[in-house]
């Protein structure tokens, strides 16, 4: 069972860490140090918020949406901790701890990203050839935005992908693998995908090696963009000038490659279950980019871009 831990508790040992001395005599630095913290710490937990939570009277996990106060209590599947339920006019349903605890269990999450996946699973829930669908379904490890079934296959899809490292990216990416769960990475689409000019971030450059020259972008419903990203051409100003000896020299007129840049190429529009399929990918290196053998969910559909 995951450990529960006080945000007092932690916020102390953090501050004795910095400096054992009461505050007031903590030189200028640590007192700094630990009031930056302190900031941090109390955005993180205010942050903690997801679509799903248990209900106590019966031990079944409810959706926000579908609840109502007089149905709690109500706590959080991971650290056992209150949570409330939260039902705006704004932001999309959903619960959040009750402070002072600190959870990792939904951090992080924006206001599109749950609006993303209530979409996505409402969309999956309407289709005939699902026949098992979950928000947040807790498998150990891994706890994917999106858990579902079609036919014989298991897909998980990750949504919250901006706010995860490398390292916990492939790791998840590993970990369904082991379980046999076929995995979908899905941002949201942003305007900045519609200029010429893109600098994809690393994780974008991941997803675009691990699905074979793509990235999906989530639009609306069920329906994702597909981009490729071509290479971006800088052009090098020519230029003339004479050395020491008065030789004339001369540089540039040349267009090469940006290292940051890229173009994107915008292929089909497509829907998750009717346009993709489960491949099993072997690993793969190349440059600064290692891709594990796993399983993903990738388009059926050729190359659009030469």
């Not at 490292?165 to 689409?189: C, D, H, Q």
């Not at 001369?250 to 940006?258: C, H, L, N, T």
């Amino acid at each position: 069972m995951p450990v529960r831990v006080s945000f007092i508790a932690l916020l102390k040992k953090v501050r004795y860490a910095l400096c054992p001395m009461p505050y007031a005599l903590c030189p200028m630095p640590y007192a700094h140090e630990y009031l930056i913290f302190l900031r941090k710490a109390i955005e993180t937990c205010n942050n903690s918020e997801m679509i799903t939570s248990i209900r106590s009277r019966d031990g079944q996990k409810v959706v926000a949406r579908d609840s109502q106060k007089q149905d709690g209590s109500f706590f959080c599947p991971k650290c056992q901790s209150e949570t409330i339920l939260r039902k705006g006019l704004v932001k999309v349903h959903h619960f959040a701890h009750k402070p002072p605890v600190v959870c990792q269990y939904g951090q992080g999450e924006s206001e599109l990203h749950r609006v993303c996946k209530q979409t996505i699973f409402d969309c999956l829930n309407q289709d005939n050839s699902v026949i098992a669908c979950d928000l947040e379904k807790d498998l150990g490890k891994v706890v994917p935005d999106i858990y579902f079934e079609s036919y014989t296959v298991k897909v998980a899809i990750e949504v919250q992908v901006s706010s995860l490292t490398m390292s916990k990216i492939i790791a998840r990416t590993k970990e369904y693998n082991r379980l046999g769960i076929y995995v979908l990475w899905l941002p949201v689409f942003g305007d900045a995908l519609e200029a010429e000019r893109y600098a994809p971030k690393q994780w974008e450059k991941w997803l675009h090696a691990a699905y074979y020259g793509r990235v999906y972008y989530w639009l609306h419903g069920l329906n994702v963009a597909a981009v490729h990203f071509d290479e971006y051409p800088l052009w090098v100003e020519e230029s003339d000038w004479y050395s020491s000896d008065g030789e004339e020299m001369s540089a540039g007129g040349y267009f090469k490659r940006s290292k940051r840049y890229r173009t994107p190429n915008h292929g089909l529009t497509l829907n998750i279950l009717q346009d993709f399929q489960a491949v099993s990918r072997q690993g793969w290196e190349g440059g600064d980019v290692s891709v594990p053998n796993c399983k993903i969910l990738t388009d059926k559909h050729a190359a659009w871009w030469k």
